[in-house]
Nanobody
């Protein structure tokens, strides 16, 4: 069974770039038709889909995040990563990585300080 684990800093300063990594185990990150997403949930708000990278490296981003978001893949490490630039306290959230909508990491809390 595929397992995902997010990692990254829990605290980021405003205007900096947030970088998170998702490590995948129990399956190949390049398996055909696999789609790897980043989703977040801010305090008191619903889930926000940020973007996805497919098994072949093609990416799609939510219009809400497109100008500030980059998702990449490191197949040698079975990892995919999120970069979110110019963060503000409004980017404080629990960040999740997921395979389709079926397999999720446990989430990692990120707080952006002003």
């Amino acid at each position: 069974q595929v397992q995902l684990q997010e990692s990254g800093p829990g605290l980021v300063k405003s205007s900096q770039t947030l970088s998170l990594t998702c490590t995948v185990s129990g399956g190949s990150i390049t398996t055909e038709h696999y789609r790897w997403s980043w989703i977040r949930q801010a305090p008191g708000k619903g889930l926000e889909w940020m973007g996805v990278i497919n098994y072949d490296g093609i990416t799609y981003y939510s219009p809400s995040f497109k100008s500030r978001t980059s998702i990449s893949m490191d197949t040698s490490k079975s990892q995919f990563s999120l970069q979110l630039t110019s963060v503000t306290p409004e980017d404080t959230a629990v960040y999740y990585c997921a395979l389709w909508a079926s397999y999720w990491g446990q989430g990692t809390q990120v707080t952006v300080s002003s």
